[in-house]
């Protein structure tokens, strides 16, 4: 279950455009739609490249994982019920160190609210949902 006390998930409900990403998840691997047409990775998932317009060139690619806080904010009063016993929380802006252009949420398991080191390292660590489907969420590097 969570790292952070009182925080209820919400549980994506896969479909067939992210159920590869959400399956992926479950064996503790990030995968994103990769265009081999024009090299682009893809988060969210999308029906055709946003680059070059191709719906038929889209496979799934494993990244690392890897990447950095671009920016933070306290959320002191969210409209999210899952949510609103863990607050207050910190929602950062992950950006990819892969693709600066892939950007992911997270509230950072283990980092106090507001004490966020903007630029930190951070990794990719997955955590349960009341349903058990893992997600995906960011961890600061120490």
């Not at 990769?34 to 191709?54: D, I, M």
């Not at 690392?64 to 910190?90: E, T």
């Not at 802006?93 to 966020?116: A, K, M, R, Y």
Request: hydrophobic letters at 35%; one cysteine or more.
């Amino acid at each position: 279950m969570s790292m952070i006390p009182g925080l209820e998930r919400p549980v994506p409900v896969p479909n067939d455009l992210t159920k590869p990403f959400w399956d992926a998840c479950n064996e503790r691997r990030l995968v994103l739609q990769n265009c081999t047409a024009c090299a682009r990775l893809h988060y969210p998932p999308t029906q055709r490249c946003n680059e070059c317009g191709s719906a038929d060139n889209l496979e799934w690619k494993e990244v690392q994982g890897k990447g950095h806080i671009d920016v933070y904010l306290v959320i002191r009063d969210s409209r999210i019920r899952g949510f609103r016993a863990a607050q207050p929380i910190n929602f950062a802006v992950i950006t990819l160190d892969e693709d600066p252009g892939i950007n992911f949420l997270s509230n950072l398991p283990g980092t106090p609210p507001g004490e966020v080191p903007v630029g930190a390292p951070v990794e990719l660590i997955f955590e349960q949902t009341s349903t058990g489907q893992l997600v995906h969420e960011w961890r600061v590097l120490t």
